[in-house]
């Protein structure tokens, strides 16, 4: 059968895939309490349409820090691709452009910086995890910049990976053939050795990850480079706030897909508050449990920028490689299209609180 939706590709992964690779894919932290939060959030949220509006054209798009989107819709930057497809990055960067979406790309890809931005006809960002080793991290910096992408996105929910039950259940490690290429042998190595109740991707963050970093620090960094910085893994307007105050030119409200601190609210439910304290003064966007073109409307109505998928575009990677990921992109922003019409909001600017009921 065709896939028809997300939930299909989701059904398909959830069919086919091998049973450590889905626990790693689809799972979350602790009780995945906030992983269920973050899809039964948005089946809260009712819509609130106008009618006898002139809709014979719709249009999506949207402009994000000087690059524009035909649809206000990215790919959230996950770890290892090739764990589902051997094209990997190579198919989702290259489904994304297609797409006319926005790829952010995780410090943990397992393709070169600089074949993917070589892959890439939209706009490309990095993902950062702070390093202990900070001349590391700056060599990483000046790569991502000679290649020509556009941000750098900083996550900063995950001074250490939490524990996921199902991938210490399964002893998830990664495959010989999968790595992370763009980070030293050395840090390479850990994912590939599990130990006794600490899973390889936990070991990642034990030893390289540097909990000890704060507020003053992100100075350093500006500092060093020329490229926009996006704090991702924002749940709290005081935080937000800081942010402003210190530089960071967007960020990403996102609880890392119920990945990390578990019992806080879905993203969508935190959406609010953060675009009430930045008041304008910086874009915002959102990661965690997108899953239909109706959730992308919510997410834009609260004041959200531009909304990250994550899982479904591996979902769509892993049925048929980058057809099946743009296919992904292209439903939801053909849903899109479609809420906004029957919504009587041709246009993303039209698409304020008052759609929601
Ligand atoms: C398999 C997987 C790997 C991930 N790897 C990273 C990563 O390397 N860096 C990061 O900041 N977030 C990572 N995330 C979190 C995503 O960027 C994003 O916050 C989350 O997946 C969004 O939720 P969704 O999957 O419900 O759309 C990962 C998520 C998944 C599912
Ligand atoms: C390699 C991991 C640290 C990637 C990640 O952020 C995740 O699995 O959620």
Known sequence: MNPVDV?????????????????????????????????????????????????????TAVDLLGSSLAAPLGVAPMAYHALVHPEAELATVKATGAAGALFVASMFASTGLVRMAQAATGPLWMQLYWLRDRGALLELVGRVEQAGYRALVLTVDAPKVARRARDLRSGFTLPPHVRAVNLDAELMAASHVAEAGVSAIERHSRERFDPTITWSDLGWLRERTRLPLVLKGILAGEDARLAAENGVDAVVVSNHGGRQLDGVPAAVDALAEVVDAVAGRLPVLVDGGVRRGTDVLKALALGAAT??????????????????????LRLLRE?????MALCGRPTTVEVDRSVLG
């Open 7 to 59: 939930a299909d590709y989701a059904e398909h992964a959830k069919a086919t895939l091998a049973g450590d690779v889905l626990g790693y894919l689809d799972g979350g932290s602790g009780a995945e309490w906030t992983l269920r939060e973050n899809t039964a959030a948005y089946r809260r949220i009712r819509l609130r349409p106008r009618v006898l509006v002139d809709v014979g054209s719709v249009d």
């Open 335 to 339: 849903e899109l299209e479609e809420a």
């Open 307 to 328: 909304v990250l998928v994550g899982r479904p575009v591996l979902w769509g990677l892993a049925h048929s490689g980058a057809a099946g990921a743009e296919h992904v």
